[in-house]
């Protein structure tokens, strides 16, 4: 079975600076898929950015990077020059299965003004 | 507009009573699925299908049944509604598995049972 683990609940950030969010999970394959999904108030899930397992090099887009350590199982988000409109549930997401998604419980991101 | 489309955006049930969640996306997407969202828990997949005419069951499908007749609408049924089944429910779809293409989810129901 595969796990994703977000251990801070809730975050806050000062608009224009910059936050990360961490992400731990755990699977026994090889290659896998990892998102990061914003869910804004209006509950509309959307995909932030995307990390394939075997790929080495960091995802980035715009001002959200990731930094991938596959030893360490572990995926964080980091979004820069925070927005007021960045506030919002955001979801770690595993997938090695090509069918099935495991979310993380999630992290409620606050900006301050 | 494209994309995933749910039905109804909210309901309220009362226990022991039967309701089919609507599920239709217009992008010729052969993977479909049901997910449902409890506090401090993410998203649950319940149900899944590939194709149509091919249904699987995910994490949580106790409760819940699936069909998939046409490539477009993917419908989740409660048979008998309890109040564990209190959540926000989402439909997703993709092109080939959600490994290699982005998934679109619906704007998602709010399903109270009472």
């Known amino acids: 079975a595969q796990t994703v683990t977000q251990s801070q609940p809730e975050m806050s950030v000062q608009e224009a600076e910059t936050v990360t969010l961490s992400c731990t999970y755990d699977?026994?394959?090889?290659?896998?898929?990892l998102f990061w999904y914003k869910q804004p108030p209006s509950r509309q899930m959307i995909l932030v950015i995307r990390?394939?397992?075997?790929?080495?090099q960091n995802a980035t887009e715009n001002r959200f990077s990731v930094n991938f350590q596959k030893a360490a199982k572990s995926f964080s988000l980091k979004i820069s020059d925070s927005q007021l409109g960045d506030a919002a549930m955001y979801f770690c997401a595993l997938n090695n299965a090509g069918n099935m998604l495991t979310f993380g419980g999630g992290t409620r991101l606050m900006v301050k003004p | 507009n494209a994309g995933v489309t749910q039905t109804p955006k909210f309901q309220v049930l009362k226990t022991g009573q039967s309701m089919t969640l609507q599920c239709a996306q217009d992008?010729?997407?052969?993977?479909m699925s049901w997910y449902r969202q409890d506090p401090g828990m993410g998203l649950r997949l319940i149900h899944y299908s590939v194709g149509a005419g091919i249904t699987d069951q995910g994490e949580v499908p106790n409760g819940y049944n699936v069909s998939r007749s046409t490539t477009e609408d993917f419908p989740l049924r409660l048979l008998s509604a309890a109040p564990s089944q209190t959540s926000v429910y989402f439909c997703a779809s993709s092109r080939r598995g959600f490994s290699a293409t982005e998934a679109f989810f619906g704007q998602g129901t709010r399903l109270t049972v009472v």
């Open positions: 699977t026994s394959e090889s290659d896998y898929y």
């Open positions: 992008m010729n997407h052969e993977y």
């Open positions: 990390q394939e397992a075997y790929k080495q």
